[in-house]
């Protein structure tokens, strides 16, 4: 099939969804609300900030984004490109879109808390704590995927962190002039676009080289550091730099795919069950959540939204734009990562390896993972087809495309990172709450935002330290969607409970969801743990012993949601 045709599919799904079922749960689930929102009443200059929404939009689709809608895709073409695309357009619509725009608005009717807290609301006071325990593992394990992706980026693309730590720098000086100097958003904007495009142009041609286990602990470093300083000195005008390196990327990439007019190099389909984790045949029902993960679906948007999101939204009108939008931006950013590969890849690989992959569907499948792997590996893979696809069409050079794809990987990746962290050190707390008052010495030392920050940030990147990001990744994606099966059903109770609508938008998806993330779990860890032992046993154990405890957490969550507190009041309590 032609991927002209297939990108333009993809559109129209997008915008025809965003105005009409994104309208309805805008306008018949969540309706409005005369309250001002938790940015403005609570304002308090460090995370209650309100934002321009375009800015916003930037920070929460960085956020979000990292660098599962590029890696994921990739990797799941060894299954083909048409489930892929299928996964990717219908999960978004159905699940992903709807799950990150209720997961925002529910917590903006509760003063920015997060979902875990909305949970105990409107399923069960104790779901809350249990809840909160569930999604310190996911972040460990989002610091641990993304940070060793991260690791092997900066070293196998010296001119990523270049442009990244560049960008940092800029995104001070932009922070300083939007907030302090109070500049013209539009003045802002175009000195936004000047600093990015210099952060990449200076790459190319000053590369910084170093080691995986440096970029660790300067990654170890920064994610506490940017974990705990206010969203508005780094996080505001660095992510909302990163929407236009977004804009940019998908422009250009949606223009150069459209007027290509080229069929997909790659099989359509290939087989039930290719060889993907750890080199195991790994069936696409119910294992491909775990590659997908935030292309299609992510709970750990529920987090973002709910945990940074929530707290600078200026108007609750600008909620379907930053959450039901972004997602389906990203959902964009992924079709084009299938097309770019489906249509130049081969030419990547090379011509021995293409050979045999164009044998037929079975050969793509069964060698698809080592020749992406022997071509960069995702990243490297995607980076290069994209640029070859930009540069066959609009004959922008190559070398520019490859840095500015590998940016869209890395900005993002880290953007995840320290939004992660800084979210980790909200949920820490949290789970300390108990210690206020029997332990007060206790609480305040490890609520305090440097050590509630280290304490995630230490253990995620120790899990990453050997560098095995191809068995972390799966069981990130695992936990990941299961997050979102959980943060469906505590926005189907706030919706059934509080707004007294109907929740089946919501509470079909989460139970599909939850049974296919349940058993894909299962099989990870009986299938994949014991392999992952041989290699790195201290790290397989660690990893083995969070997703089973999660496993446990999860089927205890799932009883609250069946079994509600009756006596327990579920109204909104912001006043």
């Known amino acids: 099939m032609s991927s002209t045709v297939l990108v333009i599919i993809g559109l129209v799904i997008y915008i025809v969804f ?4 994104g309208g309805f749960l805008k306008n018949s689930i969540v309706g409005s609300s005369d309250k001002e929102v938790p940015s403005k009443r609570l304002f308090d200059n460090v995370d209650y900030v309100p934002a321009n929404k375009y800015v916003l939009f930037g920070h929460h689709f960085a956020s979000i984004a990292g ?33 990150d725009y209720l997961s925002l608005m529910s917590s903006v009717r509760y003063d920015g808390h997060s979902v875990q807290w909305v949970a105990g609301k409107v399923i069960k006071k104790r779901t809350s704590y249990i809840f909160a325990w569930f999604i310190l593992f996911v972040l460990i394990l989002v610091v641990a995927a993304f940070g060793a992706v991260l690791g092997g980026i900066f070293v196998h693309k010296p001119a990523v962190p270049t442009a990244y730590f560049l960008q940092i720098a800029f995104a001070l000086v932009l922070g300083y ?31 910084f080289h170093a080691s995986y ?25 660095r992510d909302y730099m990163n929407a236009w390196l977004l804009v940019f990327g998908l422009a250009i990439g949606g223009i150069a795919i459209i007027f290509s007019f080229k069929p997909m190099a790659i099989p359509a389909t290939t087989m039930f069950s290719a060889p993907i984790i750890a080199g195991q045949a790994t069936p696409f029902w119910p294992a491909i959540p775990l590659i ?21 939204l200026s108007d609750e009108v600008e909620g379907l734009f930053i959450g039901y939008g972004s997602m389906l931006t990203e959902g964009f950013l992924s079709t084009l990562v299938i097309l770019s590969i489906g249509i130049a890849g081969m030419g990547i690989v090379g011509a021995d390896k293409a050979q045999t992959l164009t044998a037929n569907a079975a050969a793509f499948g069964n060698h698809y993972i080592p020749a992406m792997k022997a071509s ?8 290069k087809s994209y640029a070859t696809v930009v540069n066959s069409v609009l004959g922008i050079p190559a070398k520019f495309m490859v840095v500015l794809a590998a940016m869209w990987v890395a900005s993002f990746a880290m953007t995840t990172l320290d939004t992660t962290n800084r979210l980790a050190r909200y949920t820490f707390s ?45 069981a990130f994606g695992a936990a990941n969607q299961m997050l979102a099966s959980i943060a469906l059903m505590t926005a189907s109770a706030w919706v059934m409970r509080v707004q007294k609508k109907p929740s089946w938008p919501v509470f079909i998806p989460a139970i599909f969801l939850w049974v296919t993330v349940t058993i894909a779990m299962i099989w990870y860890v009986v299938k994949i743990i014991p392999i992952f032992m041989a290699k790195s046993p201290v790290q397989a154990y660690v ?12 089927f205890i969550l799932v009883y609250d949601f069946a079994k509600p507190d009756k006596n327990q009041e579920f109204a909104e309590d912001n006043a």
């Open 177 to 207: 002039i939007m907030y302090k100097m109070k500049a013209n958003f539009g003045v802002s904007t175009i000195i936004a676009i000047i600093f990015l495009t210099t952060s990449i142009i200076a790459a190319v041609y000053f590369p």
């Open 67 to 99: 660098a599962a809608p590029i890696i994921g895709p990739a990797i799941a073409l060894a299954w083909g490109w048409l489930p892929a695309i299928l996964w990717v357009w219908f999960g978004n619509v159905f699940i992903g879109a709807v799950h």
């Open 292 to 312: 997908i993960a935030c292309g299609s679906l992510s709970g750990f948007h529920a987090l973002v939204a709910s945990g940074t999101t929530s707290k600078q």
């Open 213 to 237: 286990k440096t970029w660790m602990v300067v990654f170890l470093a920064y994610i506490i550091f940017a974990a705990a300083i206010p969203v508005n000195i780094l996080l505001q005008p």
């Open 18 to 21: 965003y105005k009409t079922y």
């Open 376 to 383: 960069g590996g995702p990243v490297g893979l995607f980076a």
């Open 543 to 554: 990893l083995g012993a969070m997703m089973i405890i999660m496993l446990i957490l999860n």
């Open 430 to 474: 949290e789970i300390l709450e108990p210690l206020k008052d029997s332990a007060k010495g206790v609480y305040d030392l490890f609520t305090n935002k440097w050590v509630a920050s280290f304490i995630p940030a230490a253990i995620g990147i120790g899990l990453a330290w050997t560098g095995e990001w191809k068995v972390i990744w799966p």
